[in-house]
Every structure is written in structure tokens, then in C-alpha cells.
């Protein structure tokens, strides 16, 4: 900062001398270094009134709390200029706008009266009527239906053109050959009779003739694009009166008849500029006959005023003696954390402010006095973690590779953990040319207890499996084996498939699990494969309960197993990933390898939801026969 003021200083007394030299050598430079010089002082002051005054809290609050003051004021006032503006706009829009709607009510006055006339010959007295006292601009033209088709049998003026015109019932502005009209065309019968006002710069200053705004008449061509040229606007205003303000635009809808390419009426829109004399208007408002009620204006204006000054001084004085009790708490806070950086958590802050830096210095105490218990949980998390981890690695080794394949099926599965160690469990034990067991179980919840059941449930399937008992006795067995150790919500759904090679059957054996899909090469479509079984660890278990269901396989079958993990997959209509759309998978993909068919599930489920986190533990088993 010393380097920089030095600098400014040197600076400043080299164009002080370069500018009393120019004033009398270079006079055509004395202009630029005069400027030149005063930039810089002012550079330079500012950095001094930083240095000395705003480098201490109190003062920066100070001068902060002096901008949110006078910030909003001007805001406001800008606010309250624009919504007056905004509201003489559109009031000025309301009141051509309903002029222009006056007009065409009496256009379509003038209409009904045609259409309650008996012939062609009656419209035709009236029209001569009309025609005698008619206003500017009138168009009328009169058609007569002849077979399916009206054909124009009248026209006023002579010669105008109206061929593209179609024939139907409209009410409001319409366009053709480039130029506007304000009329109405309406069919009764075997007549149709539209009426009509050019709109030109005469038509838009006849309706506002009664007021102080006027409308700046636009022709259609002057669009660019659906924008107007700048240029235009900006040359409008400069012909206007200096107390002029911005044009306001008045948006209006049209018929193109001009469209040629379409059999309907094209609906556009367009607009023409508002022009509104905010001085004659703020003289009528202010042009009252009553002084009583200026002067009581003007009275209560001061005492706005003076009330708001009063407001400030108050409230000046006021914030400089919060903003003194706020930095010298600011300061003890601050050297409250110096301490703490030092490492002396022993230090405590005493504020007796009895507000929210009190409550601070409070906390502030509190968190130095908590921080070695932080640091200590924090080193105690990150055991945690660092053994769960190492669980989830010994639990994986439980689990098999996830492809096997043998002489007979190739399998492929999938274990996805909703936390870092899961409860599902898949597995499957073979002996060449003998049997395969296949089974994917749930351990009712998640997490490290699930994982527990789960090591459980291994370590039994691995001893009961080499008896070669039918499935419905492997789950009683593990039901007897682990139910001593469940707790009252602990429960095991499993699903256990005994291939039987030598029989070329399979034996399907469920226990509240989720169906099983099993693919039949020769119908060429799957089946849910659902027998009757309670969960192990349920107290109305019973071997009794327990069904088997019995299939022969031949090659090219297909044998799903999965946790309802994957079936009850939401996405974000909450709708169920469902059992049908495994199947319908499944079918569409048999004549892939199970490797394929796992990818293709696997993918599918991650485009059917909308969250990357998994709600349950997803598990499953595709085993096809060779």
C-alpha cells in the first residue's frame, strides 16, 4: 500500500509540472493533462480515505450501513418513477384501446343493420344512404351466396381490390394489400356484408382528439423481423416535444389477408407507438383551482420529510453505538481464533452483550472446548470406515465369482450393496455331472447386521449342500439351523434351484422370496415359478408348508433368480420396475449368453430410475442351459 501511495504521489507531481508547462508551451495538451491530473488526485484521495478510515470494522459498518440507507432511496424513487410511468401507459392503452372498440361496435351495428334486410335491392337503398353521409375511409363491400360460393355484387370505393378477401365472420383489424382496416364482416343467410375503416395516421388521430395521448401510426412494412427499427423510434422522439418520454407500444391482433399460401385466416400481431406528453399531463394534475388543497399537499410533504430526516439521525446514532459494542466483540472473537490457531483451546471469550454475540462468544467456547473430541471422533470414523471396508472386501470373498460356467449352464450374477456391506446372497455348488444348487436369499434389512445373517447362511448352505437334499429340506434345515439366532424382525426370504444333470429336471423350491422366471426354450416364453413356502426364521414356519415345483430343461432354457431389490426399482413416476418387464427382457434377449442378458437387465434398470442410490440390496442370477 506504502509503494502504491509513493507511486500516485510521484505521479501526481509529474503531471502537476506537465500541466502548468502545457498551459503555457502546449496548449493543445493542457485540456487532456488538466483531466488526466484531477483523475489521479481523486485516485489518490480515495486510497487515502480507505487507509485511514475504512480499514477498521466500526467504520466499514459505518459507511455500509449509510449505503443500504441511501441505495434503497434511490431505488424507490426510481421504482415509483417507472410504475408511473407504467401506469399512464397503460391507462393511455385502455382508454385507444377502447375508442378503437367503440368504432367497431358501430361497424358492427351498422352490419346487423344490412343483415335484417330482405334483399339484395333493400341493402343496396341503405348502402346509397350510408354512402351520402359516409365517414372518411369507408369500405363496403356486399356479397351474395350463389350456389356454394359468395360472390361480391357491390363494392365501395370503386375498383378497390378484393380478391384476396376471404369470406367469413371477423370483427376487428384486418390487412390486405399492405394496408390496414378497422371493420367487421359477418354472414346471415344467402348475404354476407362487411364494413370497413381504413386505419391510417388520420383514422388513430380522430380517437385521441379527447385526450393527451396519440398514437404513432406504423406501417406494416416497417418491421424487421418482428422488432422495429431503433432508427424509427428514435427519430419519432426527436420530433416530439423535449418533456416527450419514451413511445409505449400498442399491441394489436390482425387478420393477414396478404397470406396467400394458407385456405385459413392468419392471425399476426402488430403494433403502433403510444405517444404520451407527460408534462401536459403533470400540469393538470398539478393545476388545480384549490389552493387549500396544494398547500395542505406541500405541508404534508415537509412533514414526510422531516419526519424521514429525523428517522435518519436517530437511527445514525443509534447503529454507531451497535455497530462500537459489535467490533469490540469482533475483536475478542478475533483474538479468541488466533489462540485457536496457536493450538490453545484452553481460551474462552467472556461477551456479556446478552444477543446473538454473546450467544456467539458462547458457541465459540463451546467448539474450543469440543475440538480434541472432534478431532478424536473424527480419527474414530475414519476406523470405521476403514473397517467396513475391510468387511465389505471379506464379504465379496464369500460371495462367488460372479460368471461360472460349466459343461452344462454358463451363469452370470450380480451383487450391488445398498450401504458399503450388504444382506443379499447369491450362491451356487457344483459337482461335475452330478447337480448344481443355485439360490439367491434377502436377510430382512441392511447393513452390518444383514451381513452377519448372511455369513451365517453361507457357512450352513456349504455343509447342508453336500448332502444333496431336494431344496425344500435345505431350507428347513437352515430355518432349524439359524432361527435360535434371530432376533423377533429377523427373516430370511431364499430362493434355491436343484439342477438334477444326469434327469436333466431342476427342482424349484421358494421361501417368501420373490418368483423366479424361468424361460422355456421350446414355448419360447417365461413363467413365473412361484411355489408356496414361508421365510426362514418366521415362527409359522413349517417343512409342511413348503412346496416344490418339478421342470424338465433342455437347452436354450433360461432359470432368473433375483431379490426384489431389482424389482422394486421406483423411477420417478414412482412406478415399479415389475416382474413383467424382467420377463419381457428376458424374452426379447434368450438368444444371448447369460453374461448378456445380465448386462442388458443391469442397463435397463439404470435407465428405468431416476437415482443413482440404491434403496435395497440388488442381487440376481441368470443361468442358461447349454
Given at each position: ?40 488526485v481523486?485516485i489518490?484521495?480515495?486510497l ?25 432511496i ?21 382508454i385507444?384501446?377502447?375508442l ?30 350510408l ?5 372518411k375511409n ?10 356454394n360460393?359468395y ?13 384476396k ?5 371477423f ?25 370497413s ?6 383514422f ?10 396519440r398514437?404513432?401510426f ?9 422488432m422495429h427499427?431503433?432508427e ?29 399460401n ?42 414526510l ?11 445514525f446514532?443509534?447503529g ?26 484452553g ?13 456467539l462468544?458462547?458457541?465459540f ?12 471422533q ?23 465369482e ?7 449352464f ?8 445398498a450401504?458399503?456391506?450388504?444382506g443379499?446372497?447369491?450362491?451356487y ?17 441392511k447393513g ?24 425344500a429340506?435345505?431350507i428347513s ?28 429336471t431342476?427342482?424349484?423350491s ?49 432359470l ?16 415399479m ?5 424382467l420377463?419381457t ?37 441368470v443361468?442358461k442351459?447349454?
Amino acid at each position: 500500500m506504502l509503494r502504491q501511495v509513493k507511486k500516485f504521489d510521484l505521479l501526481i507531481s509529474v503531471l502537476f509540472i506537465l500541466t502548468i508547462l502545457s498551459l503555457f508551451i502546449f496548449r493543445t495538451l493542457f485540456d487532456f493533462l488538466l483531466w488526466l491530473l484531477i483523475t489521479v488526485v481523486v485516485i489518490r484521495v480515495l486510497l487515502y480515505l480507505k487507509r485511514k478510515l475504512l480499514w477498521k470494522t466500526r467504520n466499514r459498518l459505518i459507511f455500509s450501513g449509510l449505503f443500504f440507507v441511501i441505495t434503497p432511496i434511490i431505488l424507490i424513487l426510481i421504482f415509483f418513477l417507472f410504475i408511473v410511468y407504467i401506469i399512464i401507459a397503460q391507462y393511455g392503452v385502455i382508454i385507444i384501446d377502447n375508442l378503437i372498440k367503440r368504432q367497431a361496435n358501430q361497424l358492427e351495428y351498422t352490419v346487423d343493420r344490412y343483415l335484417v334486410q330482405p334483399d339484395a335491392d333493400e341493402m343496396l337503398e341503405r348502402t346509397s344512404q350510408l354512402i351520402r353521409f359516409r365517414p372518411k375511409n369507408l369500405v363496403i363491400a356486399l356479397f351474395e351466396k350463389r350456389g356454394n360460393k359468395y360472390e361480391r355484387f357491390f363494392i365501395y370505393p370503386d375498383g378497390f381490390d378484393f380478391n384476396k378477401l376471404k369470406v367469413n365472420q371477423f370483427s376487428g383489424y384486418f390487412k390486405i394489400h399492405n394496408t390496414f382496416y378497422l371493420g367487421v364482416m359477418k354472414k346471415r343467410g344467402d348475404f354476407a356484408v362487411l364494413i370497413s375503416s381504413l386505419v391510417d395516421q388520420d383514422f388513430l388521430d380522430q380517437l385521441s382528439t379527447i385526450s393527451d395521448f396519440r398514437i404513432k401510426f406504423v406501417k406494416f412494412d416497417s418491421l424487421v423481423e418482428g422488432m422495429h427499427n431503433t432508427e424509427e423510434i428514435a427519430s419519432m422522439a426527436s420530433d416530439e416535444e423535449e418533456t416527450l418520454f419514451l413511445p409505449w407500444p400498442y399491441k394489436f391482433k390482425f387478420i393477414d389477408f396478404d397470406a396467400n399460401n394458407s385456405k385459413d385466416m392468419i392471425e399476426r400481431e402488430h403494433l403502433h407507438w403510444l405517444l404520451i406528453d407527460y408534462d401536459k399531463i403533470f400540469q393538470k394534475i398539478t393545476g388545480f383551482d384549490t389552493h387549500s388543497v396544494q398547500l395542505n399537499i406541500q405541508k404534508f410533504i415537509y412533514f414526510l420529510m422531516g419526519l424521514f430526516a429525523t428517522f435518519i439521525v436517530i437511527s445514525f446514532f443509534v447503529g454507531f453505538r451497535i455497530v462500537r459494542v459489535i467490533t469490540k466483540s469482533i475483536n475478542l472473537i478475533t483474538k479468541g481464533t488466533q489462540k485457536i490457531r496457536k493450538g490453545d483451546f484452553g481460551f474462552r471469550i467472556k461477551i456479556k452483550s446478552g444477543d446473538q454475540l454473546q450467544y456467539l462468544a458462547e458457541s465459540f467456547n463451546e467448539m474450543s472446548s469440543g475440538i480434541k473430541r472432534l478431532l478424536i471422533q473424527e480419527k474414530e470414523k475414519q476406523r470405521l470406515e476403514e473397517e467396513l471396508r475391510i468387511a465389505r472386501s471379506i464379504q465379496l470373498k464369500l460371495l462367488p465369482e460372479e460368471d461360472f460356467d460349466t459343461p452344462e449352464f454358463e451363469i452370470a450374477a450380480i451383487n450391488i450393496p445398498a450401504e458399503e456391506i450388504a444382506g443379499d446372497y447369491f450362491d451356487y455348488f457344483y459337482q461335475d455331472s452330478k447337480y448344481l444348487y443355485v439360490l439367491v436369499a434377502d436377510v430382512s434389512g441392511k447393513g452390518t447386521s444383514a451381513a452377519f445373517y448372511m455369513a451365517e447362511l453361507k457357512g450352513i448352505m456349504n455343509y447342508l449342500q453336500k448332502k444333496e437334499i431336494s431344496p425344500a429340506d435345505l431350507i428347513s434345515e437352515c430355518h432349524y439351523s439359524l432361527s435360535h439366532s434371530f432376533d423377533k424382525v429377523t427373516f430370511i426370504t431364499i430362493n434355491i434351484a436343484q439342477f438334477i444333470i444326469p434327469e436333466k429336471t431342476f427342482i424349484l423350491s421358494r421361501a417368501g422370496h420373490t418368483p423366479a422366471i424361468f424361460y422355456d426354450s421350446r414355448e419360447q416364453q417365461c413363467q413365473k415359478l412361484d411355489p408356496a413356502g414361508n421365510a426362514i426364521g418366521l415362527i409359522n414356519f413349517s417343512r409342511k408348508n413348503m412346496n416344490e415345483v418339478k421342470i424338465p430343461y433342455r437347452p436354450g432354457d433360461i432359470l432368473f433368480l433375483f431379490s426384489d431389490g431389482l424389482s422394486e426399482i421406483m423411477n420417478s413416476e414412482d412406478e415399479m420396475l415389475g416382474i413383467d418387464n424382467l420377463m419381457t427382457l428376458i424374452e426379447k434377449n434368450h438368444n444371448n449368453s447369460a453374461g448378456e442378458i445380465k448386462q442388458k437387465i443391469l442397463d435397463f434398470s439404470i435407465d428405468f430410475s431416476d437415482s443413482k442410490i440404491n434403496r435395497d440390496d440388488l442381487t440376481f442370477i441368470v443361468l442358461k442351459v447349454k
